[in-house]
């Protein structure tokens, strides 16, 4: 027998409670003659009982529905889901305190929140010392910051000595550039990695050309290549940062940036771009997109950590027109452009595989050509846009 002190000291909760309790029929108190109330371990049980019932979302009065013997079979499920969705909410809170206080992943922990909060990600990492640049490729690779240096070095390690760093055929770029008009006097191209696209600007149009990318390799890369070219007077490199550019408003006929849009985000990217443009000046894009409304669970779920914008063409469309532009072409790239871009990428993984085993940049790099490997075209691909800014 127990004194109400005694139960309520039990099963931690007042007095008061368990007199609530009692006026529910929960639990039922017998008087002694010395008038002291007194409960036995039956109603210890049924309120343990009731409590963890009502800790699993029921309300008091389907608790004692439940102790009465009288389930209904519906609300339980009912209340199993939400406790289900609950849990797994709760989950994503844990891991996300755990990753803040370092106890879990990094990987995991920028996957989390880069899907979750982009933009707060971003601005986060800059709050935590990292430089735009480093904290740029955080989010975009969801890497261990641990291992840092060491990643980059592997990923650059794999794609110096190689022409192209992102998908792209020579055909695709000259019809997307071919909405250049023939009287543009200066081209901005942004990201423009080792060249390849400068020196098809260069080629074909008689436009002073700048050419911007934040990686010094792939500016020193593209010295060389526009002066074996003969290219160096109508070009001018520059190592500076696409969400940062150093130029005045109003400076540029069109704007030239393959597959590297994501890493400011599409909207974002056009913004800001803007207005460096002239009035009626081109901004020509090329962004990863979806193809279908139905994507592949395999596809939809290795891009939905790598690029959680991602989109389909239509989507790409409105936000261009709502942001000012005017559409003047937009077509997904071909399947040689995919090839020109993974077959040599994968044949230096594999020379480089054996050397590096560790290398979690590596597997990073070859999980995502099995990807590419694996697709037919038909699911995602890089698209261009070709976009006229309205004047204003
Ligand atoms: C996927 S590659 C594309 C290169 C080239 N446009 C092409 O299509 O082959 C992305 C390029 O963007 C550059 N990049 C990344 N972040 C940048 C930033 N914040 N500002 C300027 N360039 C950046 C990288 O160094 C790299 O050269």
Redesign the pocket.
Known sequence: MFLISELAKRVGVSRTTLLYYEKLGVIRGQRLDNGYRVYTELDAQRLTLAMQLQAGGLSLKECIACLNGKIDKGILSERLHLLDEEIVQKQKARKLLSGLLGESSNRDFHAQLNELAPQAHYEWLLQQGFT??EA??IRWLSKDMNTHDQYMQDFLTVFEPLT?????DESDTLKAMSYISDNADSIL??????G??TCLLAEHSNAQITA????PI?VTNLVELIDSKGYAEQVTPMC????ELPFKAHSFDAIL????VY??GFEEALKQWQTVLKADGLIIV?DLVWLTSKPNEKYQSFWSTEYPAMTNVDTRLMQAKKLGFEVLDDFTISAKAWQN?WQPLQARVNALKASMPESQAIKDIQRELDIYQSHDGSQFGYHFFVLRRKEL
């Open positions: 735009e640049k740029q490729r192209r760093w992102g998908p792209g191209e942004i990201g423009s990695g080792k390849l696209s911007i990318d934040n990686e792939a500076a940062s696409m969400s940036a393959e597959s590297c890493i400011m090329s871009y």
